[in-house]
């Protein structure tokens, strides 16, 4: 089991709904990350948390808004989507400073706008 | 010309045969490379770290980091049919406050029993 926990696995929302995906680590972790990922490509960069202030935003737009609560969530408020905005969203954390380890991914939501 | 440059595949290899998976990158910043696994529908789970040149050996993966030439490779030997993914490589600059993975398309591998 992955260490980074996303919930929910699966959601589905329309165009005008109010949802809000979650992401949860215990590994002591003080850098986080939301991506986008679709199908067939890499995943792209969208926020990095670092001790709980947005310290990257790369030029998202505004119907995404990330949130982190504290050391170990970090939240992404969805509203006003578009279907294009359908993708696997992946959370992701890491060391800060010092040697960079790599990331730990979590499993993701797979999000479908109708 | 793209930072980090990865054949997409699809690659198709028999059971036991050794998998040779490459990048390459243009930016001579970037000093961690990370080679992650996906499977479909799941997200990456991180095989190989290494931090400047070299190479790194777990089990039956090795990654080899060649700087001069910016290039990284990974090997997989007795490739096994759950080996069958979507193999990224990865990598930032220094770490401090640089936080951004730059990824590599990612290449697709199917190991045929």
């Known amino acids: 089991d992955t260490e980074v926990t996303q919930t929910p696995k699966h959601l589905v929302m329309g165009m005008t709904n109010k949802k809000s995906l979650k992401c949860e680590q215990h590994?002591?972790?003080?850098?986080m990350y939301w991506y986008k990922q679709k199908a067939k490509k890499p995943p792209e960069l969208m926020f990095v948390?670092?001790?709980?202030?947005?310290?990257i935003n790369e030029s998202v737009p505004s119907r995404f808004s990330p949130e982190c609560p504290n050391s170990s969530l970090l939240n992404l408020h969805l509203h006003a989507l578009q279907p294009e905005d359908s993708a696997l969203y992946l959370c992701?954390?890491?060391?800060?400073?010092?040697?960079?380890?790599?990331?730990?991914f979590g499993s993701g939501t797979r999000l479908t706008v109708v | 010309q793209k930072e980090v440059e990865q054949d997409p595949g699809p690659l198709s290899v028999p059971e036991g045969a050794i998998v040779s998976l490459n990048c390459t990158y243009s930016?001579?910043?970037?000093?961690?490379f990370m080679w992650y696994r996906q499977y479909s529908r799941k997200g990456p789970e991180l095989l190989m770290y290494?931090?400047?040149?070299g190479n790194k050996e777990d089990g039956r993966f090795t990654a080899q980091v060649d700087k001069s030439s910016k290039y990284i490779s990974l090997f997989i030997r007795d490739s096994q049919p759950s080996d069958s993914a979507t193999y990224l490589c990865?990598?930032?600059?220094?770490?401090?406050?640089?936080?951004?993975?730059?990824f590599g398309k990612g290449t697709l591998l199917t190991v045929n029993p």
């Open positions: 992701a954390s890491s060391q800060v400073g010092g040697n960079n380890y790599g990331y730990t």
């Open positions: 590994m002591g972790h003080r850098a």
């Open positions: 948390y670092s001790y709980e202030k947005l310290s």
């Open positions: 930016n001579s910043a970037f000093q961690y």
């Open positions: 290494t931090y400047s040149s």
């Open positions: 990865a990598m930032s600059k220094s770490g401090g406050s640089n936080y951004k993975l730059t």
